[in-house]
């Protein structure tokens, strides 16, 4: 319910359920004065307007209508409405949702932002950001593989290091280099922080008995980010995102590592990124 600057998206965001978002989006609360170069409202509404316009393209089994110069999606309890870029994005949910409306909105939410995103240049991945000696390590796996108890593993060794993103950190280009911000979009965790810095590697997690890195191939890698991130719509954002996965594969470190829950799998992958163990 006001304005906010989220990974240099300056956004006027009106949502429904302060009890479900103010802790995670405090942080990033700008001045009212401040222009905007993005919007989003939700609003919950008794019945979805029956709106017709022309069909524009179909996306799975959703329609997508063109009316007045906007995108129109409606499904039985959901209605969007935004510009091309999202740069102005509306949100209906229908009070039939009941307890589910601050969740739904929390997700649709997310969903919309990582869209404006994607068409700033700027994408989501699916994992857990650290701050260490002002450098991001993004952990990534699949939900439920142990993203969070690692990085607990390694906040009982470097206590120093912040949470920067518990979910979708937020990953750009900008001045030759790449760097990692946080977003108050971060699952089911309330972890997340207003910085930027830059991004020192990328690691998928997977569970194991034993510990030890295992490189992958540059094909291997762009499975693993394009399973975690994103999925735009148009081919153009697609494009644009592949690209910007092929030079993130030529200038960062991106590895797996095959982990069990105990300090020995921090300094394994400590020493694989920075060289040697503490």
């Known amino acids: 319910m006001g304005k906010y600057n989220i990974a240099g998206i300056k956004l006027e965001f009106n949502y429904c359920f302060p009890d479900f978002f103010d802790e995670r989006i405090k942080k990033y609360e700008i001045s009212d004065d401040e222009c905007v170069n993005a919007r989003m409202n939700v609003r919950v509404s008794d019945c979805l307007e029956n709106i017709k316009g022309t069909l524009k393209r179909k996306i799975k089994h959703h329609e997508i209508y063109d009316v007045n110069g906007k995108n129109v999606v409606t499904t039985k309890n959901i209605?969007?409405?935004?510009?091309?870029?999202?740069?102005?994005?509306?949100?209906?949910?229908?009070?039939?949702?009941?307890e589910r409306l601050p969740e739904i909105e929390y997700?649709?939410?997310?969903?919309?932002?990582?869209?404006?995103?994607?068409?700033?240049?700027?994408?989501?991945?699916?994992a857990s950001a650290i701050e260490y000696n002002q450098e991001a390590i993004?952990?990534?796996?699949?939900?439920?593989?142990?993203?969070?108890?690692?990085?607990?593993?390694?906040?009982g060794i470097f206590p120093e290091i912040k949470i920067i993103n518990d979910d979708k950190p937020l990953v750009m280009y900008e001045n030759n280099e790449f760097y990692v911000s946080g977003s108050p979009w971060s699952g089911k965790s309330i972890l997340n922080d207003n910085v930027k810095v830059p991004l020192k590697a990328i690691v998928f997690l997977r569970q194991s008995p034993e510990n030890y890195v295992k490189e992958l191939e540059d094909h291997e890698k762009f499975i693993e980010l394009v399973r975690n991130t994103y999925h735009p719509d148009l081919e153009e954002d697609v494009m644009n995102l592949l690209d910007m996965f092929e030079l993130l594969i030529?200038?960062?470190?991106?590895?797996?590592l095959y982990c069990n829950i105990s300090?020995?799998?921090?300094?394994?992958?400590?020493?694989?990124?920075f060289g040697e163990e503490k």
């Open 138 to 155: 993004l952990f990534s796996a699949p939900s439920g593989t142990g993203k969070s108890t690692h990085v607990n593993l390694w906040k």
């Open 79 to 98: 209605q969007l409405i935004y510009n091309d870029d999202y740069s102005d994005v509306e949100i209906v949910l229908n009070s039939a949702l009941g």
């Open 263 to 273: 300090e020995e799998a921090v300094w394994t992958i400590y020493k694989r990124i």
């Open 107 to 126: 997700i649709y939410t997310g969903m919309n932002f990582c869209a404006l995103a994607v068409k700033r240049g700027i994408f989501p991945l699916h």
């Open 250 to 256: 030529k200038e960062k470190i991106i590895t797996s």
